[in-house]
């Protein structure tokens, strides 16, 4: 899901506005460190739609908060007890995630931005 809807977003950037608020598209235009932050919201807002909206995965997994305050997605049913996190694969970005107190049992999902992304279009 995260490689699909990354894919999605590094192909057509401006797909972002529809699923982070005018705010913080609006931010991500002016400032390159907020664009690259916010961008890996969209990627988690993006995902928890995608699961939302399936049957089948609303089954295995509950879209928790996004954020620091705990993890991305919980499993349910089957995957039942499993935390995800979804992360860039920067080995900074998951020390981190794995820092945090939530992070052990932590199943980490990685996405790369594309290099040419610096803010979202105006």
Known sequence: MTTAQNAKLAA?????????????????QRFAGVARMNYGKAIE???REEIFSDPLLDQLFNPAGIGAR???????GPTAGLMFDITTSH???IAEHLARPY????VIITYDRPTSFVVFPP
Do not use: I
């Open 91 to 93: 080995p900074r970005t």
């Open 12 to 28: 057509n950037p401006a797909l972002a506005e529809t699923v982070l608020s005018p705010r913080e598209y609006r931010v991500g």
């Open 103 to 106: 992070g052990q049992d932590l």
């Open 70 to 76: 705990g993890p991305d997605v919980l499993g349910k």
């Open 45 to 47: 807002r993006m995902v």
